[in-house]
């Protein structure tokens, strides 16, 4: 109990208020909970909040449902206007599998727009409303490391391969953290930090398969080792209780990693963040 309130303290002291994307499932949904113990605010993005928290939760915790597609960039601008709060701790949770080629509303392949585009367009959107002391977290892989980067097919239109394409997304994702640590100065507060929880059974990748890629997902799941998304979770509030002078840019589980060498081409990163920008922009 005594561990309980001091853990509380430390987190309550570095963050009073949280936004969470992908929060009504796995990985976010367990972050979620985690930081209403710790009785910070979150606003927690998502699509189907009915089963996701009782009407008992809703009314004991600081809570605040926002309803939010990823797949739809006005969908995610009405979201961040109900913002009122400086945002001290932004966790980019969302993530998706689809085994079939499919856009979004705006024309981008699925997965290249919920897994990183919208991290960008989340971000950049929240500019003055993310505090002088915020940490942007984003749950990404080990997968990031058999990515490439693609600015002449970046869609994979011409031969589609599910896989590739969340890999390409993570190594993206990673890009764009290493882009907004470059972007502070030692003496800053703000910390940006990568995390691959693990190997999580928490179903995401079979949800949007079908036919023979499904079967072998879930074979797969039976017969590999990992965790759950609690203990997904548990791993992330260890890591966002660090001293932050100690934090390093990607963990693998609870510990500093080596992330992929792209990550330290600064020619590649700013190449590939003004590239999805134009992308984005475009868009709108």
Known sequence: MALLVYICGVMKALYS??????????????????????????????RNFDT?????????????????DLEDFKSITTALNSINKPIDLLLHCAGVVHSDYAETVHGFERMYQVNYLSNIFITEQLDTKLSSQVTIAFVNSEEHKRGSVDTIDPFMK?????????????????????????LLDFESNQRVIAIHPGTVNSGFGGRNLTGLKRWWWELYGTLREGISPAEAGDIIMKILQYDRDTLSL???????????????????I?????????LINSRL
């Open 17 to 46: 208020t949280a936004l969470v994307t992908g929060a009504t499932s796995g990985i976010g949904l367990s972050v979620v909970n985690r930081l209403l113990e710790y009785g910070i605010h979150v606003y927690a993005f998502g």
């Open 52 to 68: 996701a928290f009782s009407e008992e939760a809703r009314s004991a915790y600081p809570l605040t449902l926002v309803p939010c």
């Open 158 to 182: 011409k031969k589609y391969r599910p896989r590739l394409m969340y890999q390409n997304t993570k190594l993206l994702q990673l890009l764009y953290a290493a882009y907004l640590d470059s």
């Open 250 to 268: 990607y963990y693998k589980e609870s510990m500093k990693a080596e992330p992929s060498p792209k990550v330290k081409d600064i020619a590649l």
């Open 270 to 278: 700013n190449k590939v963040y003004a590239f999805s920008l134009e």
